[in-house]
């Protein structure tokens, strides 16, 4: 089994006995994770706010949904297999492939003429964001302590903060004054940025094994999901939900997830092991990222172009709004590991989904009456509390493993978050759409009013039900390898 030399070393010219080591400052290595997680961040902000622009010149409103359902898609089912391929061959070609399909897809995108290509071209820019968010993630933990782990998160999680502002800003500006094209094409020099960087400041040594790719668990889990998710957002669009075309997809993909588990207890390296989610700490981990995917989604998705339609404000101010929600989160992230270290990750966790509850029922509330002031603040204490419940989350279960372990448990994690996405803006596409009726925001602003405040009230739902899962965590947790008192609040 792989394992990784001492997590306190500064990672300079260092090998371990079994063969994974790296001869890298973390420096350099941390601004090229920034870096790197900046071509998702700025394209997970920078595409919301453009969606007016871009239906009104390609059309496809009830389409559109699906411009982020299929880049979550590719991004969620191509994670475990990039993740157990980091663990096996190495994180820094992973990464770099990652890069390089995430170009490719921007390139693509951004010459898309017609609503079906642009969805096409979105899902190979997924299949690139599978691998490089969980993979600098992974890094991230291979060489930062717990105790260091939440200030390093803390700095990635600070690209989202500032991709907040450029992003929308970028895209504002590009609907605005030039082109939604250009949205795409602005991922071009971040990319030869961030390869440019891990190429030159990232060096590590993996003893080289022969490995079984795990490709009918692969094929089994993406046909699974696409077919779950089809069947959400056509359900009561292009079908009727009780069709045999509705019916069939949704009742094919749970028979194929059924065999996706049975393939899996085969696979001598199954592309998503089970005992990942048969550990409480690793299960609960995942019910929660699965939570904070649905309310990240549905609030960027639906945020912008509810201001667009009932405001009537420019897709730049929108996107200046639905800003506050990444700065939170950032300024939460980076304070998060001063709480779980004195009170422990459940702890810390249950009090950001609290916020993350008020934050929710505050936005519901303000869709009602809308005003940017009230919808900003909203934001801001929604992305306040995820926060303080993503990182912890997912460091305390990066923790419990070892160096061959942690990117499949990070995987796993960003896994469930996608899931959670992919499936969120499928139902909540699906909820709108049936309510909408075919019709566009700008055609009946005020049914899509309504229809958008419903949704915003299902996702206090979801903040209760991350609750739950929250509560399920353990109350105490101990790093892999280390001997020492366990984080938590008190002992079992």
């Known amino acids: 089994m792989l394992r ?20 890298s400052e973390r420096g350099p290595i941390l601004i090229a994770l920034m870096v ?63 890069i390089g399909l995430f170009l490719l897809g921007s390139v693509l995108c951004g010459f898309a003429w017609s609503m079906p290509a642009l969805i096409a071209f979105r899902a190979v ?28 998160q803390g700095y990635i999680a600070s ?19 030039l082109s939604w094209n250009w949205i795409f094409f602005v991922n071009i020099p971040l990319c030869l940025a961030a390869a440019w960087l891990l190429v030159r400041h990232l060096h590590e040594t993996v003893e080289r094994t022969s490995h079984r790719i795990d490709w009918a668990g692969g094929l089994l889990l993406t046909t699974a999901m696409s077919l779950l998710i089809l069947a959400l ?66 609030i960027t998705s639906y945020v912008p172009t509810f201001l667009e339609a009932l405001l009537d404000v420019s897709p730049l101010t929108s996107g200046l709004t639905l800003a506050a929600l990444t700065i939170g989160w950032p300024i939460s992230a980076s304070q998060s590991g001063r709480l779980y270290l004195r009170v422990g990750f459940r702890t810390t966790v249950l009090v950001g989904c609290a916020v993350v509850v008020a934050g929710t029922a505050g936005l519901a509330l303000a869709a009602m009456r809308p005003s940017l002031l009230a919808v900003g603040l909203a934001c801001f204490v929604i992305g306040a ?26 995987g796993a994690n960003l896994f469930s978050r996608s899931m959670g996405s992919a499936l969120g803006v499928a139902a909540l596409g699906a909820l709108i759409n049936g309510l909408m009726r075919g019709a ?16 915003f009230a299902a996702l206090v739902v979801v903040a209760l039900a991350t609750v739950a899962a929250a509560a399920a965590m353990p109350r105490t947790t101990t790093e892999h390898g280390s001997a020492g008192t366990p984080l938590g609040d008190v002992a079992d």
């Open 36 to 98: 790197t997680t900046g071509l998702i961040a700025i394209d997970a902000t920078i595409l919301a706010t453009a969606v007016p622009t871009i239906v009104a010149d390609l059309g496809g409103f009830t389409s559109f949904p699906w411009l982020f359902s299929v880049y979550l898609l590719t991004q969620a089912v191509s994670v475990p297999i990039y993740s157990k391929l980091a663990d096996t061959i190495g994180r820094k070609p992973v990464i770099l492939l990652g």
């Open 125 to 152: 820019q997924g299949l690139g964001a599978g691998a490089v968010q969980p993979i600098a993630i992974t890094i991230a933990g291979d060489i930062y302590t717990v105790a260091e782990r939440a200030k390093a």
């Open 385 to 410: 509390g995820l926060g303080l419940v993503a990182a912890p989350s997912l460091i305390a279960a990066q923790s419990s493993v070892g160096w061959s372990e942690r990117g499949v448990v990070t």
């Open 159 to 177: 690209v989202w903060g500032v991709s907040s502002v450029v992003g929308p800003t970028l895209g504002g500006v590009f609907a605005e004054f």
């Open 440 to 455: 566009s925001p700008a055609q009946d602003p005020e049914q899509f009013g309504d229809a958008v405040t419903l949704s």
């Open 233 to 298: 957002l056509e359900g009561g669009n292009a079908w009727e939900w009780l069709s045999v075309p509705s019916v069939g997809a949704f009742a094919l993909g749970v028979v194929l997830l059924v065999a996706f588990v049975r393939v899996e207890r085969r696979a001598d390296e199954p592309v998503l092991p089970l005992w990942v989610f048969s550990d409480r700490l690793l299960l609960s981990a995942s019910l929660v990222s699965v939570g904070v995917g649905v309310l990240l989604i549905g």
């Open 4 to 23: 990784a030399d001492s997590e306190e070393a500064p990672l300079s010219s260092t090998t371990t006995s079994t063969g994974v080591g790296f001869r």
